[in-house]
């Protein structure tokens, strides 16, 4: 009988605690994600397509550590007038925006 007692006091401490420690992990993660969308990355690569009067470049990109592995991919650039005097191979250094990959500075690899 008295284990039965231990038994229900721990079965009722675990209901009390899982559900909200669970629950605090889940806010920890949003606000990690959270954090990860808004911070800005920084990436090196090659131009391979250019579209400088509507904003969109290509670029062939490295490794942006915490975002993406190397690949070939599109990017907008805002405001668009950041293309200007870009040309297709140039090798560039970009910052982009982490939730829509928007890039907001780029200028040749120095
Ligand atoms: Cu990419």
Redesign the pocket.
């Known amino acids: 009988m008295k284990k039965c007692v231990v038994l229900l006091a721990a079965a009722a401490l675990c209901a009390g605690i899982f559900p909200a420690s669970a629950q605090e992990l889940g806010q920890k993660r949003v606000v990690v994600a959270q954090a990860a969308a808004q911070k800005i990355f920084h990436g090196k690569g090659k131009i391979t397509r250019l579209n400088a009067d509507a904003g969109f470049v290509t670029i062939a990109?490295e490794d942006i550590p915490g975002l993406?592995d190397a690949?070939e991919?599109q990017f907008e650039a805002k405001p668009a007038a950041l293309l200007k005097g870009l040309k297709v191979g140039d090798k560039v250094d970009f910052a982009l925006e982490g939730k829509t990959y928007k890039l907001l500075e780029i200028a040749p690899a120095k």
């Open positions: 990109h993406m690949m991919m």
